[in-house]
């Protein structure tokens, strides 16, 4: 339990209703969305409202050497908001304003609390979208998706969350606030912190504002699929769709056994002798220019032996996407636990890395449903597994550690999209070696020498801390 | 004049064939492309061919305490690359290997020496291009590009070099090499450092590899000019270009005294009695949507008074952008002396910064010409004087003080593409508030405490080592 003083400190800065220190209150902060972590109840939730709120918060964290867990909808799938040490969880849900909207800069300035989601509706009426869709959209924010710097099913044409983040307002360890970058396409006053802070996952320095990029949205879309006998045919219609030089807005992948799951699950028609499936869209602002677009897929597909289905209408394409739609619900309800990886690779590995996890699945003797992003290289390889069997989750353990070591070695990375937090760090220096960690750490300790933000999460903890 | 025992140990490392001590060869390294900047002849020019001819080159500067100045083309227009101080300038000419061409994964990995137009003439046969076209596209390699975070007429549709580059290899002040980044779209393993090196000029680390993002290059496209009896009209056309969700590749504006001079110099048949030109370009992969693009630019210019042409063939385009390709030549023509500024504003808010060049041109005595990239707000006042007169060049400061100030008034930046360097360091305050240069000086002291990567230049000295 925290010191009653300092709770009275918190509740003077954001008033009494914003503060929360009951056991019932705090439960849904002591998780995040990621499966098999420690849970942790924190000693005090905070709910400010303003930047200057914040500010205060960490002179009070700062005096009482309290830690600070920032945290959005805690969506997250890395352990990245879980307040592991003895601290404050501070939460943006009341910090959630949507400050300005600029049709004509083409940008959105917003509170970090705001869910993505309201954001898209908030702007559709000027016809414009904010392009970064993680699967959490709904209840995802703008603070936690830009800390985790999410990605999504638009990446490959689109682009992730760090492409639309213009400017940002920092609250640092010091307490100090600084603001850089703003509504100008170009700027390259002072040094350009956006991405050192994005996808930082709160480890450097606490987000109280972003102005983000809005894009007029696309006019027109199709949508097709390809149903494949190999999963050598589908990774060549990944390439070969990219050497005819189309970027489609959506290219996704699904293995056999996510395939066999989802129509086990949700009973849509998909055929489930196939080894792979692509599902694919191109969009844009021109109907002859997506057609010709989907007509060029449709080409590659027809050249790489697949049976293809094309959506002639709104209706068949949510058809199409209901087997995407399905993958993860129907794939967690196979156990009581599921893991969902984001090892990616170069686009051009595809094919290697789906055929790696078949491999690791049957060699470990775990159950490993793949699908994701083939457009980008990201994929999802989904563990299901029983965590009160000991046996099977240390073959799980394994099969994670293998598959992350083959994706490094196909000249990929460890985390596409979720982050690193607590659950990828034990594999950073394989990835980075000694001098990347250095630097990190090099970083961590230049912004917050205390280790007061968000710790032991990406960087360890120093012996003296932890 | 360098310790001739230094001199040796840096040619055992390069090849002595890659050092250069003599008055003659080290004088095109004693200044860059920016006017009104002192010189400096450097001590030694080194011209290293590998990343770890670099890190032997750091660990010889910081064993002796020499400063070292990476330098790409020298085309850069904010001082960046002068050496103040005792030291090596190490220069990346002959290390400019294009490592490889990726079409699979839309991807070149190259060394920082490869000139960005040898890069796009590579990948031309791919049908690929690589968007980053700073004015010296011919001459400016993709590591000094990378350093000043380069900009060009397409940062409004294609971005800026920031958004295409994928993955780097730094060598520290310390010597440590660390790479990060690499082929995949998506990557959020350990903290993002992409955009801190990028645009840092040097002051951080030293770029020895770059890995950039490749796109199919646009196979149509059409451009209009409009001609306008006022500033507001012309503020106008650009903003109802926007509204009608055109996102043109390239839209320049040139302000009267720009027309006249371009006129003066070149003889092109431009009006000189009008206020304002709007060059537009529309382009894409699809002959429809670029008409249609171009259809609806051409409506907008109609309704904000103006006359207007539109280009028919490649020919007829080539002549309508004879005006912008003079606007730089011409205006320097006027005088010995050309500032080429690059005060940057909301786009919303371009007129306003027209009109106030105009004013300040006119309050100082001054000759100002003002030309731009009006799409993303990025203006280059260019100020034309006899640098051996001190009356005017007095005149000259004044004025640009008050451009810089306005930029920042209407809510803008003190640079869009130019940099900092030593030209503008006394205005940084101005924008970025006593946090923000805390926060530079936190970065530049963790990576760099010694003050041996381009000292001087973005972060002052500190007065122990000024």
Known sequence: MLDKRVVQQLQEVVGSQNVLTGKMDMLSYSYDATADMPRQLPDVVVLPTTGEMVQQVVAIARTNGLAIYPRGAGSNLSGGTIPLRKGIVLSFQRMNKILEIDPANLTATVQPGVVIGDLNAAIAPYGLIYPPDPGTVATATMGGSSAENSGGLRGLKYGVTKNYIMGMEIVLASGAKVRFGGKTVKNVTAYDFTTLFIGSEGTLGITTELTCKLIPAPKYRRAMMGVFKTLEDAGNAVAGIIAAQVIPATLEIMDNMTIRTVEAFANIGLPVEAKALLLCEVDGMSQELVNTEAEAVIAVLGRNNCATKAANNDAERDQLWAARRNALPALASLNNTCIVEDATVPRSRITEMLVACEAIAAKYGV???????????????????????????????????????????LGGTLSGEHGIGMAKMKYLSDELGQSGLDLMRTMKEALDPDYLLNPGKMVPLPAVLA
Do not use: C, R, S, W
């Open 367 to 409: 159950t490993i449903g793949t699908f994701g992003h083939a457009g980008d290289g990201n994929l999802h390889p989904t563990i299901l597994f029983d965590k009160y069997d000991e046996a099977m989750t240390a073959q799980v353990h394994l099969a994670v550690d293998e598959i992350f070591a083959t994706a490094l070695e």
